[in-house]
């Protein structure tokens, strides 16, 4: 059995009145719907009610859920649209910093991840600060595209049905979020 069709097997099971089988898909997505949470918010009681709301959500919503995408993709959406209710709830929203195991210098030239010396290594953390910074600063729907691409792995195809808007928007936004980090860390390069 896939893990796609286990899914499904426990979701029909959930449907069915076997409540304590969600459990199984908070085990199993409950890191990663806490780091997406963690990479817009600055408090962390606000990423324990983000990711409390989200499976609250996603069960009492799980009817809705059609299985024509993963289902982390859809868990996904709904994780974004709770970040943004409470963002806007919250107007002393401050970006959090990216950290370091999240980030893992996905956007950083090979070139400057494979310095041993100290001079590289200060200059390669300097760079790695400017471009979290960087990445902070963008606006938030691309940032979202960015790190949904670089962070999360997602082809644009599932960014588009994360975003729900088109592959076009999602590869612009990439391209406009990719161009500010360069002109933001180019004195670094």
């Known amino acids: 059995m896939t893990s796609r069709q286990l899914e499904q097997q426990i979701i029909c099971n959930v449907l069915q009145g076997d409540h304590q089988s969600f459990n199984l898909l908070i085990t199993k997505y409950n890191t990663r719907i806490r780091i997406l949470a963690q990479q817009f918010m600055s408090n962390p ?6 990711c409390q709301d989200v499976f609250l959500n996603g069960f009492r919503h799980l009817a809705q859920f059609q299985g024509r995408c ?88 599932q960014i588009a049905q994360t975003m729900q808007c088109p592959v076009g928007t999602v590869r612009s936004r990439i391209f406009r979020a990719r161009h500010w980090v360069e002109q933001h860390i180019s004195a670094y390069l």
């Open 70 to 157: 993963q289902f982390y993709t859809w868990l996904h959406r709904i994780a974004l649209n709770v970040i943004w209710q409470h963002l806007k709830l919250d107007q002393r929203f401050i970006p959090s910093t990216i950290d370091d195991n999240q980030f893992n210098g996905a956007m950083l030239p090979d070139a400057l991840l494979t310095c041993e010396t100290p001079e590289h290594l200060a200059i390669t953390d300097e760079l790695k600060l400017a471009l979290m910074l960087a990445i902070e600063t963008l606006p938030i729907d691309l940032r979202q595209s960015v790190l949904l691409r670089e962070i999360e792995g997602m082809s644009y195809q």
């Open 45 to 50: 009681a606000a990423v324990d009610d983000v």
